[in-house]
């Protein structure tokens, strides 16, 4: 069965600074990957999605991933944190082999962009 | 441009009351989940629509049923809610396809006592 981990609970930084945020899954196959924000009372937003190609991927507001297979790792990463980033951090899983587009969510980690 | 319409926002229940979670996208996509949210456990399907006319089991599915009215709308009812079944629920929406992203109403949070 398909996993994600998210290592961290929360991660801290100052603004201005990079940050990164954890991931790593377990599938059979080739895996999708996905990262979503969550800000407070609200629904997950779709950042980026890893599907096949460049081991780099970008997504919105400024944000990108850097998928690994060899250490099924799909950290995400931005060179310049904001205070506006502060949120939940989601990364997803599904293998390319399944009948349905069924995600497998990691717990999330929190961001905590400081002045 | 509202997306993914959730109706109620919050909910208090009593224990064995039943409720209907209302959901409503209006993006044309073909597929519909629900999820609940928990702290420290992430999302978890409950049930998912991959297209009008279809329903299936997701991941935790005790004690919930949905319906897929049609294609914009799709529901989830608590015959007879639990204090388990606290939680904050999401309905997303997604184009058919296997890459797609889902997207995400902005959630009921239920209290169940």
């Known amino acids: 069965a398909q996993s994600v981990a998210q290592p961290e609970d929360q991660v801290n930084v100052a603004e201005g600074n990079p940050l990164t945020v954890k991931c790593t899954y377990s599938?059979?196959?080739?895996?999708?990957l996905f990262w979503y924000v969550q800000y407070p009372n609200r629904g997950l937003q779709f950042l980026l999605k890893y599907i096949t190609g460049d081991n780099l991927v970008k997504g919105s507001y400024g944000f990108e991933a850097e998928f690994n297979k060899s250490q099924t790792s799909f950290h995400l990463k931005k060179p310049s944190a904001l205070v506006s980033d502060s949120a939940l951090y989601f990364c997803?899983?599904?293998?390319?082999?399944?009948?349905?587009?069924?995600?497998?969510f990691g717990t999330g980690t929190r961001l905590l962009v400081s002045p | 441009n509202a997306g993914v319409t959730q109706t109620p926002k919050f909910q208090v229940l009593k224990t064995g009351q039943s409720m209907t979670l209302q959901c409503a996208q209006d993006?044309?996509?073909?597929?519909m989940y629900w999820y609940r949210q928990d702290p420290g456990m992430g999302l978890r399907l409950i049930y998912y629509s991959a297209s009008e006319g279809t329903t299936d089991k997701g991941e935790v599915p005790n004690g919930y049923n949905v319906s897929r009215l049609n294609k914009r709308e799709f529901s989830l009812r608590l015959e007879s809610a639990a204090p388990s079944q606290t939680s904050v629920y999401f309905c997303?929406?997604?184009?058919?396809?296997?890459?797609?992203?889902?997207?995400f109403g902005d959630g009921t949070r239920l209290s169940i006592l």
């Open positions: 993006m044309n996509h073909n597929s």
């Open positions: 997303a929406s997604s184009e058919l396809g296997v890459n797609q992203p889902q997207h």
């Open positions: 997803a899983v599904r293998p390319m082999n399944t009948g349905f587009q069924k995600l497998v």
């Open positions: 599938v059979s196959g080739n895996p999708y």
